[in-house]
T-cell receptor, first 112, second 112 residues
């Protein structure tokens, strides 16, 4: 699975959009980009994933660059409850047997 | 739909003892994987089970073992506990293991 690089921390004002970047310059054509978050001492929560097209669900939007070497997770209106560590993970579509490599992630601090 | 359920939520054991943790996956999910989370090492993959068979294993000593039952429920066992085994143990379920996984709240194990 390709490695990812994320900033260690970011701040965001409550009510504003939070844009979390992720670099995955060695991504292969059959690798998906996944985002999870972990609120303190809880289990990681699935947010969204995509292959090459931009994706949106009720939680967030995922923007993947055309060359697929980087992506951005967008939380459109951040709230205090969005304060968490956000993990960007790249992995192949099959044969990985429910295995995710969690790096250090980005600690998002949403401030009032 | 009920989420992933892990029991117990908290556990305190003494060095040298053994412990068994339980995970009930989301109904219909056949893949169950286990992770260990510590402040120093982050989230690390332990192993994955699918249809009662271990398909993948992380880099942990043989003191860590698991099994899966015909109803997809899974248990993990740690024998001869060491202080370093103190961690949050997380279970994640997925329909087949090749898509997004959903995590439980974890079991907080403290070894004294």
């Amino acid at each position: 699975d390709a490695k990812t690089t994320q900033p260690p921390s970011m701040d965001c004002a409550e009510g504003r959009a939070a844009n979390l970047p992720c670099n995955h310059s060695t991504i292969s054509g059959n690798e998906y980009v996944y985002w999870y978050r972990q609120i303190h001492s809880q289990g990681p929560q699935y947010i969204i994933h995509g292959l090459k097209n931009n994706e949106t669900n009720e939680m967030a939007s995922l923007i993947i660059t055309e060359d697929r070497k980087s992506s951005t997770l967008i939380l459109p209106h951040a709230t205090l409850r969005d304060t968490a560590v956000y993990y960007c993970i790249v992995r192949v579509a099959s044969g990985n047997f429910n295995k995710f490599y969690f790096g250090s992630g980005t600690k998002l601090n949403v401030k009032p | 739909k009920a989420g992933v359920t892990q029991t117990p939520r908290y556990l305190i054991k003494t060095r040298g003892q053994q412990v068994t943790l339980s995970c009930s996956p989301i109904s219909g999910h056949r893949s169950v994987s286990w992770y260990q989370q510590t402040p120093g090492q982050g989230l690390q993959f332990l192993f994955e089970y699918f249809s009662e068979t271990q398909r993948n294993k992380g880099n942990f000593p043989g003191r860590f073992s698991g099994r899966q039952f015909s109803n997809s429920r899974s248990e993990m066992n740690v024998s001869t506990l060491e202080l370093g085994d103190s961690a949050l143990y997380l279970c994640a379920s997925s329909p087949r293991g090749d898509t997004e996984a959903f995590f439980g709240q974890g079991t907080r194990l403290t070894v004294v």
